[in-house]
């Protein structure tokens, strides 16, 4: 049964809702679909699973693209109910005929619906009739009184329908398919099973369907394999073992060698290392970058090219510059097709993982059905128009991402500001760490370290490091301790000591290893951090989907609280090794719904900037 049937305008003017349906949904699962799906360019999934205290809903929509009318239904997830698609398509169709942009109450709707929904659950239960009648029943059919089992029952057995009777019936019973539909497995068509022989005469069992030599295939690849390798080997130069090449210095002028560069920090006579405090510069966080406004005619060039390329047949040269100047009636699936193909591929190449790209497109095409194309624009140029909105509104980040805003309310409240790095192994945990401190550093923040890897041989020494060179104070116990108490400990002593801010490394671990994410489970649920930073590559592909979704679901499923904390933001480093494959970010941001809060651009403590939405962007497009 229906729990909730509404219609609603895409600025969330509600115009009718079913007064029949009057059950009180419990949470809130429309606001829950509009902010995790319709804006998150989700759009193009079939429906939406909700969970709530006591109940679960499926929730199911359509659009009307060009009356900008969106229908909602909401049942019980149990139910499965058949009808839901068929009754929305219908709505759509009915509603769009009475609808009129100055009117915003439509009671006169209710018959309409009463007789759309009879007729919609007719056709469900018809056709639930048509598919019981279908069913074939097990298989047995009943001749002469005695019980007959078509097909096979395995094994060496013979089947009892009168094939081992000798050749001839068999003969006759060869390629004949049976009642139910399944043949009798003795007419093979394919080359390879024709390989195995001739099996006339033999029983009819399961275990001679399609059997061939295999030996005899590899024999055959291996041969072949091995006249191309060898062809190969004769045509090329033989490799002279004796010979050693070994590279030689380069010398300039007969000029006297260099002394080598020594970059490590000189000890006095006591031993202790005699750190100089340096300016590294400004921090690229504070500086703006500007994004230059190249002409998209080149762009929309390549997308008509690549993405316009007729199938069957070729469009006549008057009917296209008709169709232009007119404009098109109402876009179809089948026109947006070949244009986003094309974006899903240049999706692809630029690093975004291909399910990504899938349901980008997806939810593009379901905003654009249905709509008219205006006059003298391409069909590219709107998908093109359309996929960069949706790329900018899911790039935005909808919360403030000013960590120094919430670092002085913290000051306020006169507790420090937790941040804690978390990620898979080697992508620059601490590098990054030691760059965010160093930006806090020149906006006068008091700054302290917490060593919480506890795991990895050398990581304490590596952030004691990172704390002399930029002499802030460091919360260190040493290794094999539990992280968490040491993250309680570091967080008293900031609170005493009046640091602002506590910056928390942690041990990388897979997103498999599940003793190592309860831990960090442990860490995160024991201190209540202000803010649980994921540290990622931006060169990863189709495992950032993994990685991200793992990461979250481990610390969903291994919290005690009813709400558990999930990545709050995202730090993407090795930014400056990537070119334009900057797909990493796209798919991240989509799979976890957190922003990009910084960016790693190199090695230096300097080299950490903001997320520039609409250069990624275009970028990705270009």
Known sequence: MLEQLLIFTRGGLILWTCKELGNALKGSPIDTLIRSCLLEERSGLASYNYDAPGAAYTLKWTFHNELGLVFVAVYQRILHLLYVDD?????????????????????????????????????????KRSKQVGKPVNNVKKQGGKVQKVGFEGGNKKSENGLANGDGDADHVKGRKLGNGLSNGNHVDTEEFRVAGDVKGKENTSSNIGA???????????????????????????PDPKKKITKKNRVWDESPPESKLDFTDPVDGNGNIEVEVADHG?????????????????EDEEVEKSGDKPDAKKKGWFSSMFQSIAGKANLEKADLEPALKALKDRLMTKNVAEEIAEKL????????????????TRISSTVQAAMEEALVRILTPRRSIDILRDVHAAKEQRKPYVVVFVGVNGVGKSTNLAKVAYWLLQHQVNVMMAACDTFRSGA?????????RLQIPIFEKGYEKDPAIVAKEAIQEATRNGSDVVLVDTAGRMQDNEPLMRALSKLINL??????????????????????????????????SPNPRLIDGILLTKFDTI???VGAALSMVYVSGAPVMFVGCGQSYTDLKKLNVKSIVKTLLK
């Open 212 to 238: 061939f030599d295999v030996s005899k295939l590899q024999k055959l690849k291996s041969k072949g394999g091995k006249k191309t390798d060898t062809a190969v080997v004769s045509k090329g130069s033989k």
């Open 361 to 376: 497109c997806e939810s593009v095409a379901a905003s654009l059905e249905g709509k008219k194309l205006a006059s003298f």
């Open 460 to 468: 304490v020494e590596q952030l004691r490091t990172h704390a002399r």
């Open 579 to 581: 070119d334009d494959k």
């Open 282 to 298: 400004e921090s690229m966080m504070d500086k703006e970058e500007i994004v230059s406004s190249d002409s998209e005619s080149e």
């Open 87 to 127: 009754l929305l398509a219908m709505m759509k169709q009915s509603f769009s005929e009475i609808y009129d942009p100055k009117r915003t109450v439509y009671n006169d709707f209710d018959e309409t619906f009463r007789q759309i929904r009879m007729e919609a659950e007719a056709r469900a239960e018809e056709l």
């Open 527 to 560: 201190n209540s951090p202000d803010l649980v930073l994921f540290v990622g590559e931006a060169l990863v592909g189709n495992d950032a989907v993994d990685q991200l979704s793992k990461f979250n679901q481990k610390l969903a499923d291994l919290s005690t």
